[in-house]
């Protein structure tokens, strides 16, 4: 009976005890291994460059219809190109076709006239139009009008003159030669096509005789 009592004491006492006890702080959960946790900064807003309002740039529509008018031409404008060009110090009203060449090649572009049109396009895309044939010098083609060329030579090996003349030529402009007939295929704008005529005809000679 005192057995039974005492138990009884002992259980009330270890009751009270576990229900006074504070409870266990919850576990912190784990974070996974090999996975930390990366705080990635708010990115500025891109800067939009505005060309500096002293830079007489202009509109490349309105240029191209007054050019239009003065010589005849059509111009058909490639939808990579500006609507602005810079223009240097050249009067917008001063400018004519063989000038307005000229101010697209300052401006990384090019023109190639294709079945009565001109088109506009960006210098690296030129090579893949098909600029006419100009074998022959002529007066009335623009300097800065780009034609293409086969130079053929007697003396020197065409593939010879390649690693001479490509350094000469822009980055746009085309240069190949064909080994088996001895000739150069040239694209480029019109005046420097003359240069490397020039440059060719100067190189294709015969070779000197040495005295015995």
Not at 128 to 148: H, K, M, N, R, Y
Not at 152 to 181: F, Y
């Amino acid at each position: 009976m005192q057995r039974n009592g005492l138990a009884l004491l002992l259980t009330l006492v270890i009751g009270d005890a576990a229900a006074q006890a504070p409870a266990p702080a919850p576990t912190p959960p784990q974070q996974s291994v090999g996975q930390p946790v990366m705080v990635v900064p708010s990115q500025p807003p891109p800067q939009v460059f505005v060309p500096p309002p002293e830079l007489p740039m202009v509109e490349l529509a309105p240029l191209l219809q007054r050019v239009e008018r003065a010589s005849n031409k059509r111009f058909l404008v490639d939808r990579r190109v500006g609507p602005r060009i810079f223009l240097g110090d050249v009067e917008p009203n001063d400018i004519t076709y063989p000038v307005l060449l000229s101010i697209l090649r300052a401006n990384s572009l090019a023109a190639v006239e294709i079945e009565g049109r001109v088109n506009i396009v960006l210098d690296a895309e030129v090579r893949f139009l098909p600029a006419p044939l100009a074998q022959t010098d002529d007066s009335s083609i623009a300097g800065d009008e780009w034609v293409t060329r086969v130079l053929k030579t007697t003396n020197v090996g065409a593939a010879q003159l390649v690693p001479i003349l490509r350094p000469l030529m822009p980055q746009a402009a085309h240069l190949a030669a064909h080994s088996d007939t001895n000739q150069l295929i040239l694209m480029d704008r019109y005046a420097n096509i003359q240069r490397i005529t020039a440059i060719v005809r100067s190189l294709d000679v015969p070779p000197a005789r040495q005295s015995q």
